[in-house]
């Protein structure tokens, strides 16, 4: 064995109901007394709960996705202005990103309350839109100091919306067995997060309350972008990215339909990843056990239901050859994209792609 690991410092307090409690207590342990909360507009009640046993000095509530730059701008510049010490950011993807940006123009450190499974909190990996483009990039300035779980929190998150996240969890452990980091570490961490989500996601889609469920999904995801953390961006992110950068396609949506295809297009040349993801989902292959999944959650199936269409594909396949790492396991070929993306656009079996 040959391989470089990093382990992001973080620490990491899980516990359903424990979110105010915890919060409080790593507010103390940073030393912050000026603290600006960020939250999306939908869910300041459940923000205002949380953040019952701290004094906030500011907030700011709206949290557009994929981080608007100027959004990031006024917010930093907030941050600047009132000498913030901490930000709070509660919510999901969105509200970490925002944060993030803050993070990444002050240097302020973030304490972070996910409510999605999207995993941002526990990487180091910033994103910024500016007139249609998106730009990521990695700096350790934004990832939060402390991460607080609180699968009661995540009970509010609609069952569709859940799913697709869960979906867009198990895509990062999916893709961390391929990427450009791929390691031993992390192919183990992903086994276990795609083992929880698989356990967690039928559970919340039967009752959303059902704690037990959301405790495994919110362990699964961590777990899930620890490993993508450290991997990196593979061909399913790189792609997702392409499509939700260029086109405009919804996040967690487009990584939920296009995990199966990238899946059945990869794994005829990576036969351990095929085979240790197979076993993490208790399936024959890697591909049914993501199939039977999906089915049994009704997950979303076609790009052309959120506004893809056909005369897209030839400019997603150019912004994809470049963008997918040299390492793919699969050749990738303007013809093998065309395909892929051609079967995703009407949710054609993804079998066809093995051949
Ligand atoms: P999101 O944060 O926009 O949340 C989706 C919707 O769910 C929103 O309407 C939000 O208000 C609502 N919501 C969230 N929590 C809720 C709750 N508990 N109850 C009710 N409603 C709730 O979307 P997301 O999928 O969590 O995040 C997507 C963003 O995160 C994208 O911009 C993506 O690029 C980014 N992301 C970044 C990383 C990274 O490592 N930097 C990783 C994953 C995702």
Redesign the pocket.
């Known amino acids: 064995m040959r391989f470089t690991h990093v382990t992001l410092a973080q620490r990491v307090l899980f516990g359903s109901g424990k979110a105010a409690v915890n919060l409080a207590a790593e507010t103390a342990r940073v030393g912050a007394q000026r603290i600006m909360v960020i939250t999306?507009?939908?869910?300041v009640a459940?923000a205002r709960a949380v953040t019952s046993r701290i004094n906030v000095h500011q907030w700011h509530e709206g949290?557009?996705?994929?981080?608007p730059i100027g959004v990031a701008d006024r917010v930093s510049a907030t941050v600047k202005e009132k000498d913030i010490e901490l930000l709070i950011s509660i919510?999901?993807?969105?509200?970490?990103?925002l944060a993030?940006a803050a993070a990444r123009a002050t240097s302020i450190p973030i304490v972070s309350v996910?409510?999605?499974?999207?995993?941002?909190?526990?990487?180091?990996?910033?994103?910024l839109?500016d007139r249609g483009l998106?730009t990521?990039g990695i700096d350790d300035r934004?990832l939060p100091v402390a991460v607080i779980y609180d699968a009661q929190?995540?009970?509010?998150?609609?069952v569709d919306?859940s799913i697709?996240?869960g979906l867009?969890a198990i895509a990062?452990s999916i893709d961390s067995f391929w990427a450009p980091g791929t390691n031993p570490i992390n192919q183990t961490l992903a086994e276990e997060g795609i083992r929880a989500l698989s356990i967690g996601l039928p559970l919340l889609t039967r009752d959303p309350n059902d704690l037990a469920g959301r405790e495994y999904a919110l362990y699964g995801a961590y777990l899930s972008?620890v490993a993508?953390?450290s991997a990196g961006s593979g061909m399913h992110h790189k792609i997702c990215?392409v499509l939700?950068g260029s086109f405009d396609l919804?996040?967690?949506q487009t990584h939920a339909i296009m995990l199966p295809y990238v899946l059945a297009f990869n794994t005829r040349a990576a036969p351990e990843a095929q085979s240790r993801i197979a076993a993490a989902l208790g399936a024959a292959t890697a591909l049914r056990g993501v199939q039977r999944l999906r089915d049994h959650l009704e997950a979303p199936r076609t790009l052309g239901d959120y506004g893809f269409t056909a005369a897209r594909i030839p400019r997603a396949v150019k912004l994809s050859l470049t963008a997918i790492p040299a390492g793919n396991p699969q050749e990738v070929t303007p013809e093998g994209l065309t395909a892929l993306f051609h079967a995703a656009l009407t949710g054609a079996a993804p079998e066809t792609l093995c051949n």
């Not at 999306?40 to 869910?43: C, L």
């Not at 949290?63 to 981080?67: A, E, K, L, S, Y």
């Not at 929190?153 to 609609?158: E, R």
């Open positions: 999306s507009g939908s869910h459940l949290t557009p996705m994929h981080v919510g999901g993807g969105s509200a970490t990103g993030k996910p409510t999605t499974y999207a995993g941002s909190e526990a990487t180091n990996v910033w994103g839109t998106k990521t934004v929190l995540t009970t509010s998150l609609p919306i697709a996240s867009n990062h972008a993508f953390a990215h939700g919804p996040h967690a």
